[in-house]
C-alpha cells in the first residue's frame, strides 16, 4: 500500500510562488509516476503535471506551462511542484497521485493511488 501527503499550499498573491511537496511512504514507493491534479470549486478535477519514475519525462498541462515545474527526489520518496507567476486562476486544491501505468499523458485514470490534497489560494 502507498500513502502520498500534500504539504506546501498556502495563500499567496497574484504573481508570487509556492512550492508543494508530495512525500509518498510504503512499499516501493519509487517505483511509482506522480503526477499532480487540481480541482477549483465548482470545477472537474483537472491534470496539472506527471513526472516519470526516473524524472527523465515530465508532462505539463498547457495552462501551467512555462509557470510551473515538476521534480523529484528519490531519494527522499518526494516529489514537487514548483508554482511560480501565480494567478487567482490557479486556486485550487492540489492532489498528488501516483500510477504504475504512466503513459506520458496526463490521465487520471491511470493514477491509483490519492491524497488528500492541499489548498493553494492566489489572491490579493
Known amino acids: 500500500q502507498l500513502q502520498l501527503v500534500e504539504s506546501g499550499g498556502g495563500l499567496v498573491q497574484p504573481g508570487g510562488s509556492l512550492r508543494l511537496s508530495c512525500a509518498a511512504s510504503?512499499?516501493?514507493?519509487?517505483?511509482?509516476?506522480i503526477g499532480w491534479f487540481r480541482q477549483a470549486p465548482g470545477k472537474e478535477r483537472e491534470g496539472v503535471s506527471c513526472?516519470?519514475?526516473?524524472?527523465?519525462?515530465?508532462n505539463y498541462a498547457d495552462s501551467v506551462k512555462g509557470r510551473f515545474t515538476i521534480s523529484r527526489d528519490n531519494a527522499k520518496n518526494t516529489v514537487y511542484l514548483q508554482m511560480n507567476s501565480l494567478t487567482p486562476e490557479d486556486t485550487a486544491v492540489y492532489y498528488c497521485?501516483?500510477?504504475?501505468?504512466?503513459?506520458?499523458?496526463?490521465?487520471?485514470?491511470?493514477?491509483?493511488?490519492w491524497g488528500q490534497g492541499t489548498q493553494v489560494t492566489v489572491s490579493s
Open positions: 513526472i516519470s519514475v526516473s524524472g527523465s519525462r515530465t
Open positions: 510504503g512499499s516501493n514507493a519509487d517505483y511509482y509516476a
Open positions: 497521485a501516483a500510477s504504475t501505468s504512466y503513459t506520458g499523458a496526463i490521465d487520471q485514470r491511470k493514477f491509483d493511488y
